[in-house]
């Protein structure tokens, strides 16, 4: 019998799915979401197989994993291009390269640490290596000339980070204009919010990005200091935990009232646990593996926004891991 109701309640939600499938995303009482998606690799987009609303995170990381020396500027523009044109007129969020930590590029050179992820990770590597990131700024712009791109910097955690990358984005603009090279001239510039600091200065570095998109997946890690890859400390790596519902909040309200855009891009946009408190918080777009699209679609069609804004507010008070859970999955 419980088999049977399981198998029943699969083919409901297979038909449920397939509803929503070429539909935009609205909760219960209307209100539109973004439901973006997060790509590894151009050809992610092929096999996608319902309705959304652009690329959310395309991790640039394939490009210079797979090679044994750097891609040229050209090879890397063709990468960008493909998937720019493929998601258009959508918005794509290129990362820019994130390395360090756990994932080694050999010829970039990179020194063996004690601590990889409190070591020269995402923005601080690139910021090293001015060249590397020059050249996939340089390339992202020439693939956006005729089209617009939003350009995402990874493991913010200083205004100087953002200014220095920036600045780094208008001598590359600069240098094409001079070239009449044709280029991008408006992306957006925002940040992956993933680290204490920028959750806790949002207000701040909210006046300084076009946007946020909150990466849960390192953010929780390094707000509970427990390593997301080790299954000593599996049970600290909690997204329930009190500490990861109240920075949740924070980003999300800075951003709102800053009124620039906040997405999640990270594990928990996926966690239909967390649908309805996201939503309750403010937050508009949500980025997910493409397999997951039309589940979240689906799960923010049932959510009413009062009752979601309630919701926040009990897991907001709530005093441990165990109580945000039963909150969230309304176990009484
Ligand atoms: C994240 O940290 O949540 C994120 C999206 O980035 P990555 O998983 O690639 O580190
Ligand atoms: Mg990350």
Redesign the pocket.
Known sequence: AEYEKRINDEHELFKALEAVKDTDAHTADGERISVCVNIGNPSDLDSADCKFDGVG?F?SEFLFSSEKEMPTCDEQTEAYREVIKAASPNYVTIRTL?VGGDKQIKYLNMQKEENPFLGERGIRLMLNNPDVFKTQIRAILIAAADEKVKIMLPMITSLDEIRAAKKIIAEVQAELESGKIAYCKEPLVGIMI?TPASAIMADVFAKHADFFSI?????VQYIMAADRGNYQVENLYNPYHPAVIYMLNNIIRAGRDANIEVSV???LAANTDFTELLLGMGLKKFSVPQPMASRIKYKISGINLDEARELKYRALAAEDETEVKNILKKIK
Do not use: A, H, S
């Open positions: 995170l991790r994130d993933e990466g849960t997946n390192d953010l891009c990270g594990d």
